[in-house]
């Protein structure tokens, strides 16, 4: 507010605050001001007389939401019954949370919806009510190898239906956080209008302890993402007990949220509640009480409500009221309530918002399931709770269809007025949701001029890092495709040399550069835009891959294919963050990751924490993922080209690629010639020296293995052959798959001799291929934690340097 309409009352309030701060010091005076900031009293945000108009037929919503509660139960009992299992308590909490946005607010052509995981089952009856999905379908809930439902939002199972997979809790904030970011990254750079989209994500209050839930909040305040609505259900509970049985959930939230930034809307309390809440005593008591105590209050009988919580207020309500209104009136369970909510978030400007919902875990259930503990492990109900589930939501169900081992499927028929009328308010809002679309364009794919340099070569040391910021600078100045790509480092950009890209690229800042650079007067000076392209997240891999999902998706969100390459410390890559890399996979995400300054010996003075000597491992675990260890800048370029084919060509594949790069400059020969499939496939001859044996060697470690040929040759007259292995995994996996010989026996088809494996990598890498291998193998590697030395000692001590590799030469032959 610019204009103090009471310049007395501030001056009051002003003296009272310095009163305070001579009194009692400035850290109280700090502490007040902070608590009136960032909580409010334990209220609803929209009281009932402020309501807007509610724009739904009540009644046939009601009945809609009925049968969708009644089918989700009933889906996970018969599953239940096979010993499948599944979550009853989350979707019947939170019935009301979707069913409002399915009936008026999630548009289908723009807004992007991230489920709670836990809910599925909730939004799968909603889908079979829409005629989406069959009753066979349903009956199959976690029967997929059948042709059933996954259990959870997973796009890779189910590619038509889910978009986001959510259940590895923490990873939908995140993910959701910089899902509405990107979607202002496209607008910004002129590549999609996404002015109409929003992004919602349904959160329990239990997933909120996960570090990544709260990881972005900051980002979306920094950034203005009102685009972006978080909608938490406060049930209270977590898995097995109360989220915060000592303390109250709800304010801690928003005091977290209005902290970081974001406008906060509370829906608390049910309509019922509205006689009662005119007592401030009453309020403050609300506040006050803990959670734990609060899911208590929701369990118990009429009496035990009026002594604890309502001791000495005068309450004209029988003891069945307050059992009623305590435990059940939540604002969560009524539509009204909840849209209120929602109309309220979107009207917010300037910053992302956060409803906090209050529901009861298991709400419909049944008094056996309602606000207990052990919910989340009750996994179906019988047929006894079945029958007063019906009565309580008031379906047709005849005792006769109750009376036999499964619970039966409810449809009220395609014709009835419920079918239509979902199927009519879909319309009205662009078509079902969840719902993955992906209108394939495949990419011109580039010429060969940006693959030229590195082919040709450099007498002049150059790491493999730099080998590949130099291709996508080239690669991003191609007429067609360069403004797609997206060039994604948590920090520390001048590191893998990308400072090159700043004065023309430019660094993306939805406000622009509002300060002159401290290095301005340099040629690759620090430049931000608001159509900037680089994305530079700060020290944050967590925020780095959420953007990379965004943008290794898009081509399904959004019908806009980008190319991204993320570039990162690789210690700090599948191994900080791979639980991300896997929910990739799982969203048929395409890209680049880069995985620099690899291997375990590479990285000098860093020590242990730093010594990267197992994501080729990790990463080879991905079905999704090739994984590639490029020793020289040619092989860079061909797997990059073969990457950009394979993801965005004509027979686009849902597949990322993983490059471990070098930080340690060295010559680059050039490409010999008829090399590429080699590179491609995972193996070529570089070097034949004679065939007495056989060096494979990747990365780095192939220039340790050259040095071992030239030892062994001036040494002892041994001629051997060095072998470029580009990608240990990919090799393997051709094997495991050949119907015929694999590639790896035709590479090495006409030669003799014992097999020595090295790499900068733990043995467990390349011994990965030794069932193919028909003769004595021998392999070396990094196992153990990384040191801090110069790279000679530390490689002598693992026993990978030339000499060392020599000495397991010479004593294969031997034997």
């Known amino acids: 507010m610019?204009?103090?309409?009471?310049?007395?009352?501030?001056?009051?309030?002003?003296?009272?605050?310095?009163?305070?701060?001579?009194?009692?010091?400035?850290?109280?005076?700090?502490?007040?001001?902070?608590?009136?900031?960032?909580?409010?009293?334990?209220?609803?945000?929209?009281?009932?007389?402020?309501?807007?108009?509610?724009?739904?037929?009540?009644?046939?919503?009601?009945?809609?939401?009925?049968?969708?509660?009644?089918?989700?139960?009933?889906?996970?009992?018969?599953?239940?019954?096979?010993?499948?299992?599944?979550?009853?308590?989350?979707?019947?909490?939170?019935?009301?949370?979707?069913?409002?946005?399915?009936?008026?607010?999630?548009?289908?052509?723009?807004?992007?919806?991230?489920?709670?995981?836990?809910?599925s089952p909730g939004v799968y009856a909603r889908a079979f009510l829409e005629g989406r999905l069959s009753e066979e379908q349903l009956d199959l809930f976690r029967r997929e190898t059948q042709g059933g439902l996954p259990s959870y939002p997973h796009p890779r199972a189910m590619s038509g239906f889910w978009q986001f997979p959510t259940v590895s809790m923490g990873i939908g904030p995140l993910n959701a956080v910089y899902q509405a970011r990107f979607n202002r990254y496209l607008h910004n750079r002129g590549i999609k209008d996404t002015s109409h989209s929003h992004v919602w994500a349904f959160l329990g209050d239990g997933e909120m302890d996960e570090p990544e839930s709260t990881a972005a909040l900051t980002l979306a305040a920094r950034e203005g993402l009102d685009n972006l609505t978080f909608v938490i259900n406060c049930n209270l509970q977590r898995l097995d007990g109360p989220v915060r049985g000592n303390t109250r959930i709800v304010q801690e939230l928003e005091s977290v949220f209005r902290g970081a930034g974001w406008h906060v809307v509370k829906a608390l309390w049910g309509a019922e509640w509205d006689g009662l809440l005119g007592s401030d005593e009453l309020v403050a008591r609300l506040g006050e009480v803990p959670d734990g105590q609060f899911q208590t209050f929701a369990a118990a009988d009429g009496a035990y409500i009026r002594q604890h919580l309502f001791q000495g207020l005068?309450?004209?309500?029988?003891?069945?009221?307050?059992?009623?209104?305590?435990?059940?009136?939540?604002?969560?369970?009524?539509?009204?309530?909840?849209?209120?909510?929602?109309?309220?978030?979107?009207?917010?400007?300037?910053?992302?918002?956060?409803?906090?919902?209050?529901?009861?875990?298991?709400?419909?259930?049944?008094?056996?399931?309602?606000?207990?503990?052990?919910?989340?492990?009750?996994?179906?109900?019988?047929?006894?709770?079945?029958?007063?589930?019906?009565?309580?939501?008031?379906?047709?169900?005849?005792?006769?269809?109750?009376?036999?081992?499964?619970?039966?499927?409810?449809?009220?028929?395609?014709?009835?007025a419920e079918a239509e009328y979902v199927a009519e308010r879909r319309r009205e809002l662009g078509g079902p949701i969840p719902r993955r679309?992906?209108?394939?364009?495949?990419?011109?794919?580039?010429?060969?001029?940006?693959?030229?340099?590195?082919?040709?070569?450099?007498?002049?040391?150059?790491?493999?890092?730099?080998?590949?910021?130099?291709?996508?600078?080239?690669?991003?100045?191609?007429?067609?495709?360069?403004?797609?790509?997206?060039?994604?480092?948590?920090?520390?950009?001048?590191?893998?040399?990308?400072?090159?890209?700043?004065?023309?690229?430019k660094i993306y800042s939805p406000l622009g550069q509002r300060y002159e650079s401290v290095d301005r007067e340099l040629l690759l000076a620090y430049k931000e835009a608001v159509d900037g392209q680089i994305l530079i997240e700060g020290i944050t891999e967590a925020g780095s891959m959420a953007s990379f999902?965004?943008?290794?998706?898009?081509?399904?969100?959004?019908?806009?294919?980008?190319?991204?390459?993320?570039?990162?410390?690789?210690?700090?890559?599948?191994?900080?963050?791979?639980?991300?890399?896997?929910?990739?996979?799982?969203?048929?995400?395409?890209?680049?990751?880069?995985?620099?300054?690899?291997?375990?010996?590479?990285?000098?003075?860093?020590?242990?924490?730093?010594?990267?000597?197992?994501?080729q491992l990790l990463a080879s675990a991905n079905p999704a993922c090739l994984a590639y260890d490029p020793a020289f800048a040619y092989e860079v370029g061909v797997i990059v080209r073969d990457g950009l084919r394979r993801m965005y060509g004509e027979a686009a594949e849902d597949v990322f690629y993983y490059l471990t790069l070098y930080n340690e400059p060295l010559p680059q020969p050039a490409m010999p010639e008829g090399v590429e499939e080699g590179i491609v496939k995972g193996i070529y001859r570089y070097s034949a020296g004679g065939g007495a044996a056989h060096l494979l060697a990747s990365g780095t470690a192939i220039h340790w293995a050259l040095e071992a040929q030239r030892l062994l040759a001036e040494e002892y007259g041994l001629g051997v052959d060095v072998w470029s292995v580009t990608s240990w995994s990919e090799l393997r996996r051709e094997a495991m798959s050949a119907t015929g010989v694999p590639y790896l026996r035709q590479a090495l088809a006409g030669t003799e001799g014992p097999v020595i494996a090295v790499s900068d990598w733990m043995r467990a890498v390349p011994d990965q291929i030794r069932p193919w291998i028909d003769r004595p193998w021998t392999s070396l590697g990094t196992d153990g934690f990384g040191l801090s030395d110069t790279r000679e000692a530390v490689r002598r001590h693992f026993g990978v340097d030339p000499r060392s590799i020599a000495d397991a030469v010479l004593k294969a032959v031997e034997e």
Request: aromatic content about 10%; glycine content about 10%; proline content about 7%.
């Open 437 to 505: 679309t992906v209108a394939d364009r495949p990419l011109p794919q580039p010429g060969e001029r940006p693959f030229a340099a590195l082919a040709k070569g450099s007498t002049q040391p150059i790491a493999t890092t730099m080998a590949f910021v130099r291709l996508v600078k080239d690669l991003m100045k191609e007429p067609e495709t360069g403004r797609r790509w997206v060039p994604i480092v948590p920090d520390e950009a001048r590191t893998f040399g990308m400072e090159s890209l700043f004065p023309t690229a």
């Open 314 to 416: 005068d309450v004209p309500y029988s003891d069945d009221d307050l059992r009623r209104i305590v435990g059940g009136s939540r604002a969560g369970h009524e539509p009204r309530k909840v849209y209120a909510a929602y109309h309220r978030a979107l009207q917010n400007r300037g910053a992302p918002t956060v409803v906090l919902v209050q529901t009861v875990k298991g709400w419909t259930l049944g008094a056996g399931v309602e606000a207990r503990n052990a919910n989340h492990q009750m996994k179906k109900l019988t047929l006894d709770e079945f029958r007063v589930m019906r009565d309580r939501l008031g379906l047709p169900v005849p005792d006769s269809a109750l009376a036999g081992e499964l619970p039966p499927y409810l449809h009220p028929g395609p014709g009835s």
């Open 2 to 119: 610019e204009k103090d309409l009471d310049p007395q009352e501030t001056a009051e309030w002003l003296e009272s605050l310095e009163a305070v701060r001579r009194a009692a010091g400035p850290d109280r005076a700090d502490y007040l001001l902070r608590r009136l900031a960032t909580s409010t009293r334990y209220l609803n945000t929209v009281p009932t007389a402020e309501e807007p108009a509610y724009p739904g037929d009540l009644e046939l919503e009601e009945r809609v939401a009925a049968y969708d509660r009644w089918n989700a139960a009933v889906m996970v009992s018969r599953g239940s019954k096979l010993g499948l299992g599944g979550h009853l308590a989350t979707y019947a909490s939170a019935a009301w949370l979707y069913e409002v946005g399915f009936n008026h607010f999630f548009h289908g052509t723009d807004d992007q919806v991230f489920f709670q995981g836990h809910a």
């Open 549 to 615: 999902t965004a943008a290794a998706t898009s081509y399904a969100t959004h019908g806009e294919p980008m190319v991204p390459f993320y570039i990162f410390y690789s210690m700090f890559g599948w191994q900080r963050t791979g639980d991300q890399m896997w929910a990739l996979a799982d969203q048929l995400g395409r890209g680049f990751l880069l995985g620099a300054t690899a291997g375990r010996t590479t990285m000098t003075g860093e020590g242990l924490q730093h010594a990267d000597g197992h994501s």
